[in-house]
């Protein structure tokens, strides 16, 4: 196993914990990065990495992700991530998930997980058994805030992308704007879906083809293949689907003025947000335009912590204001040359901090 220091993506974390459970065959990395702002909170995703020292990095990467989404979120929590190391099945028991809560359990509320890539409401459930350290839990009463946080996530997108068309493009309208959504997963699929409804031109992409031409179908859009969708004309790429997709090649394939998604840790590395710049694309800091999700499991926690129900209201409300979050950064970005993701990074920081 790595030394976790000498990673190029650690970045002072507080701990990294190291799951092993022979008898259910888990493996798994838990890294929380920041406790400043209160527990270390972030989903746990099941994914096979051929080399287990990309799990890790992705676990750091995510972390710090974490710490810097929710506090600009202006959420009570630190920053944690967890990844579930996978067969190339992406094999996944309630033997594991129980091996796994009971993980989570021992480190007293540190870190505090959800639902993310590979993971169900359902699997939370199984987990909730065992530890009180979950949430993205189903809702129970009609108006409280809780289960998948997948459609809170795409509400936020779709209100981040109405923001940089305002900014970028100086329309106060999607009518007839052409977005390029990558992923139609609960994510990518729900922020289609939104932008449908506002008369934006879709064209959509997935892994699973079928999945993509369905939903296509279902908003009177367009499907390509998974590995067009990022070259498609269009005045917003919006990328839902895993990250480090703006590297070089990435980017240079990029037609667009816009990039504005929920995918994690789009930028494969720093360097790749000025070259966005210099490219003259507005980029919406992924771990802002992002956080519907934990706004949702964050507040859904946290209310029930203090033994109330969570006001699905409230999420809606705090989900409103990532445009004005956005704005602030381009703002400050437009009159201090400074690239978008530097602005963001330097004012999560301070609120950590750092």
């Excluded at 929710?70 to 309630?94: H, Q, Y």
């Excluded at 390029?180 to 992409?205: E, F, M, R, W």
């Excluded at 980029?283 to 964050?298: E, H, K, L, R, T």
Aim: aromatic share 4%.
């Amino acid at each position: 196993m790595t030394a976790f220091w000498t990673e190029s993506d650690f970045d002072d974390h507080e701990f990294v914990h190291v799951v092993h459970d022979r008898a259910s065959g888990l493996a798994a990395i838990i890294a929380v990065h920041s406790t400043h702002l209160g527990s270390g909170a972030g989903g746990t995703r099941v994914w096979h990495y051929p080399d287990p020292k990309d799990g890790i990095r992705d676990a750091l990467r995510l972390s710090r992700g974490m710490s810097y989404k929710n506090a600009m979120a202006g959420l009570p929590l630190g920053g944690g991530k967890a990844v579930i190391l996978a067969d190339k099945n992406r094999t996944k028991t309630p033997e594991m998930l129980t091996a796994f809560a009971d993980a989570v359990e021992s480190l007293g509320g540190r870190y505090v997980t959800a639902a993310d890539v590979g993971i169900t409401e359902a699997d939370m459930v199984t987990m909730s058994k065992r530890t009180s350290h979950v949430s993205g839990l189903p809702v129970e009463g009609e108006g409280d805030a809780g289960g998948d946080p997948g459609p809170f996530t795409a509400m936020g997108i779709y209100h981040g992308i109405k923001a940089a068309v305002r900014h970028k493009l100086g329309k106060d309208s999607l009518e007839g704007v052409h977005v390029a959504v990558q992923g139609t997963g609960s994510v990518g699929g729900g922020v289609a879906k939104l932008l449908a409804k506002d008369g934006a031109k879709l064209t959509v992409a997935d892994i699973n083809g079928a999945r993509a031409k369905e939903l296509a179908q279902e908003i009177g859009g367009e499907a390509v293949d998974a590995d067009a969708i990022m070259a498609t004309p269009c005045d917003v790429f919006s990328p839902n689907a895993l990250g480090a997709i703006l590297n070089d090649e990435g980017i240079a394939r990029l037609d667009c003025p816009i990039v504005a998604g929920g995918a994690n840790n789009q930028l494969a590395r720093p360097e790749h947000g000025k070259i966005l710049s210099d490219r003259g694309i507005l980029y919406a800091p992924d771990y802002v335009i992002n956080a519907g999700g934990i706004i949702s499991v964050a507040l859904e926690y946290l209310a029930r912590r203090d033994g109330v129900a969570a006001d699905l209201n409230e999420v809606r409300k705090r989900i409103a204001q990532i445009p004005g979050r956005l704005e602030e950064i381009w703002q400050e970005s437009d009159t201090s040359e400074e690239t978008a993701d530097v602005v963001a990074d330097r004012m999560a920081a301070k609120l950590i901090g750092r």
